[in-house]
């Protein structure tokens, strides 16, 4: 206990430089472990067809998902272009990470190559004080793209009630990793604008949260998706509404 006061009065003591030196070293330690998520930046082209995307079509979605944020909407794939050229891949990479799924499906060949489907794709607009509440997606895989980020988390940890913490975490993305003994990581992705472009794909599974920005009347802007195996039997299991499954 003496210990971690005094680690806890150390960090109080440091200067926001300092602060942020120690949170880049622990992310980078974090990084280095065996994370179950893929880190990716997307080319032009693969930004440009998201846009395009987002200026087609969009249904409301608000009631079917999660985000405490006052717009999100449904958008379609046009011609299956983002799932063929940048989903597939990475779904196919995760998928037989997995030795036992590689072992069926190559080896023995017992189990015949899986069919997966980008099932659905929406857009979150985040404004300031908006927030998304830890949950976890529908599906199999699932993926969020960073279209526009308004903010620099360095300014955003240096407002004046979370440098005063001893963990300033306004505006982050976090996954929150269970490590199977009751103890949840968290792991916080501070965000800015140079993170237009990029991805985090990950296994639905993964409970991840949204914390809110501020001093921006600007939209904080991305894109999620989740890829279904085997499809779901009906559009309940897509858009579940329940507790622990929320897209
Ligand atoms: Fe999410």
Request: proline share 6%; aromatic share 14%.
């Amino acid at each position: 206990m003496e210990n971690n006061m005094s680690i806890q009065e150390k960090f109080m003591n440091m200067s926001q430089d300092e602060k942020t030196e120690e949170q880049i070293k622990s992310i980078q330690m974090q990084q280095s472990t065996n994370q179950p998520w893929l880190d990716i930046r997307l080319t032009t082209e693969a930004m440009d067809y998201l846009w395009d995307d987002i200026n087609g079509k969009q249904t409301d979605a608000r009631n079917q998902l999660n985000g405490n944020i006052s717009k999100s909407v449904f958008i379609e794939d046009k011609d299956n272009w983002f799932y063929e050229n940048v989903v597939k891949e990475l779904t196919e990479y995760l998928y037989y990470k997995d030795w036992n799924n590689y072992y069926s499906v190559h080896i023995t060949k017992y189990l015949p190559p899986p069919v997966f489907k980008l099932y659905e794709l929406w857009v979150n607009y985040q404004k300031q004080h908006e927030f998304n509440p830890p949950h976890v997606h529908s599906g199999i895989f699932s993926f969020v793209v960073f279209m526009k980020i308004p903010t620099h988390w360095k300014d955003q940890h240096a407002l004046t009630f979370s440098a005063n913490s001893n963990s300033p975490q306004a505006s982050d993305f976090q996954f929150l990793f269970g490590q199977g003994n009751g103890h949840v990581k968290k792991i916080p992705l501070p965000l800015c604008p140079e993170d237009e472009g990029r991805m985090f794909f990950f296994p639905a599974w993964l409970t991840h949260q949204v914390l809110p920005f501020y001093g921006t009347e600007e939209e904080r802007i991305t894109v999620s998706g989740n890829i279904f195996f085997p499809p779901p039997e009906d559009s309940k299991d897509i858009h579940s509404t329940g507790t622990d499954q929320q897209v």
